[in-house]
């Protein structure tokens, strides 16, 4: 069964990195017919897409983000990584890692969710 | 983008009931939908893949329906691990979004 896993610091400083690592079990993060991904939920609010990764290192990421987004994959740890630059209160939210079906593009199974706050 | 509007943004409901949840593309989309549950603090799971095909171990009172701009995601008899939130997400376009969310509370 796979297992995915988030894990960072439950806080960041305004203009400063939100580092985020999810780890995943049970397949292997090399598998051609799966992307890996990142999303978020603000408090009280709904779903955004951040992007995803392929094992070959290819991306996607949402326009909203491009500009101060890295995601990046660890083939060697079965890990892959979120990093949002310069990031303010609205970046405070729930962030989620997903596995990407790399066919019709749902996400299943998602991680447990990293809470993260931004603030001084 | 292509933006997801789900409807109602709520309803209330008692167990057994039949409730209907939509969601319409701004543009059409095929079948490239998929929903998800979100029950209070927990993460999203999939319900429905590719507008109408249930995942193994989603029960059969779950179904959704439709194609280009409008879907449908039916619960026949509502249970209690059913009050959730319910999501609409699309992958027709390379830059996938959600729709807003529907809730479905206990009257």
Redesign the interface.
């Known amino acids: 069964q796979v297992h995915l896993q988030e894990s960072g610091p439950g806080l960041a400083k305004p203009s400063e990195t939100l580092s985020l690592i999810c780890s995943v079990s049970g397949d292997s993060i090399s598998s051609d017919s799966d992307y890996w991904s990142w999303i978020r939920q603000p408090p009280g609010k709904?779903?955004?897409?951040i992007g995803y990764i392929h094992h070959s290192g290819s991306t996607?990421y949402?326009?909203s983000f491009k500009s101060r987004l890295t995601i990046s994959v660890d083939t060697s740890k079965n890990q892959f990584s979120l990093k949002l630059r310069s990031v303010t209160a609205a970046d405070t939210a729930v962030y989620?890692c997903a596995r990407v079906?790399a066919a019709?593009?749902?996400?299943?199974?998602?991680?447990?969710?990293s809470r993260v706050t931004v603030s001084s | 983008d292509i933006q997801m509007t789900q409807s109602p943004s709520s309803l209330s409901a008692s167990v057994g009931d039949r409730v209907n949840i939509s969601c319409r593309a701004s543009q059409s989309i095929s079948n490239y939908l998929n929903w998800y549950r979100q029950r209070a603090g927990k993460a999203p799971e999939l319900l429905i893949y590719a507008a109408s095909s249930l995942p193994s171990g989603v029960p059969s009172r779950v179904s959704g329906s439709g194609s280009g701009t409008d879907f449908s995601l039916t619960i026949s008899s509502l249970q209690p691990e059913d009050f959730a939130t319910y999501f609409c997400q699309q992958s027709f376009s390379s830059s996938l979004t959600f729709g807003g969310g529907t809730k479905v509370e206990i009257k």
């Open positions: 709904g779903l955004e897409w996607n949402n326009p989620y079906d019709i593009f749902w996400f299943d199974p998602w991680g447990q969710g």
